[in-house]
Antibody
Framework: EVQLVESGGGLVRPGGSLRLSCAAS????????MHWVRQAPGKGLEWVSSIDSSTSYIYYAESVEGRFTISRDNAKNSLFLEMNRLRDDDTAVYYC???????????WGQGTLVTVSS | QSALTQPASVSGSPGQSITISCTGT?????????VSWYQQHPGKAPTLMIYDVSNRPSGVSHRFSGSKSGNTASLTISGLQAEDEADYYCSSYTSSSTWVFGGGTKLTVL
């Protein structure tokens, strides 16, 4: 069974940093591109970042470019999101998402809540 | 990258059909057959309903169907059931090798 379990969320002050983790199991992690998608409270989904299986191709949404860094450790079946210079509008549930071999998302984690507030 | 445009809400009675539109540009929806749709119930993670414009994953009811014309994709739900009440999001791959979601549509089953 495919499982994606996020951790690392919490309360952080504006300008602060946080590192999210996603533990993957039930599939060959090093064969799949992975993404982070977020959802602000009461709002819609927003794509944040993606990383391919070999870490050769990394992309970011304009809203986080230069502040967030996506990475992965295939040996540990883990995905990460390093978030710096956090702002109030980064407050959201962050989902770890698996991309299929083509262009859609087939498995989502349950999400981890990041709250940026003073 | 601007969000794809969806109606904020739609509604229908049990047994009826509804259609949710998703409008983008030639750089996303119109440029690729990589439109997918996701259902999200309150407090839950999204689940895949349609991929590649019109394909249903195994386990998704045949009442759900998708289509696309130009820069607009559509999700149709026929034979509405109470359990279909949820938020629906479209998504598309883009020419920048990124992804974009629609703003979401709240479906109310009357």
């Amino acid at each position: 069974e495919v499982q994606l379990v996020e951790s690392g969320g919490g309360l952080v002050r504006p300008g602060g940093s946080l590192r999210l983790s996603c533990a993957a199991s039930g599939f060959t992690f090093n064969s799949y591109s992975m993404h982070w998608v977020r959802q602000a409270p009461g709002k819609g989904l927003e794509w944040v970042s993606s990383i391919d299986s070999s870490t050769s191709y990394i992309y970011y949404a304009e809203s986080v470019e230069g502040r967030f860094t996506i990475s992965r450790d295939n040996a540990k079946n883990s995905l990460f999101l390093e978030m710096n210079r956090l702002r109030d509008d980064d407050t959201a549930v962050y989902y770890c998402v698996r991309q299929t071999f083509i262009y859609y998302f087939d498995y989502w984690g349950q999400g981890t809540l990041v709250t940026v507030s003073s | 990258q601007s969000a794809l445009t969806q109606p904020a809400s739609v509604s229908g009675s049990p047994g009826q059909s509804i259609t949710i539109s998703c409008t983008g540009t030639s750089s996303d929806v119109g440029g690729y057959d990589y439109v997918s749709w996701y259902q999200q119930h309150p407090g839950k993670a999204p689940t895949l309903m349609i991929y590649d414009v019109s394909n249903r994953p195994s386990g998704v009811s045949h009442r759900f169907s998708g289509s696309k014309s130009g820069n607009t994709a559509s999700l149709t739900i026929s034979g509405l059931q109470a359990e279909d009440e949820a938020d629906y999001y479209c998504s598309s791959y883009t020419s920048s090798s990124t992804w974009v979601f629609g703003g979401g549509t709240k479906l109310t089953v009357l």
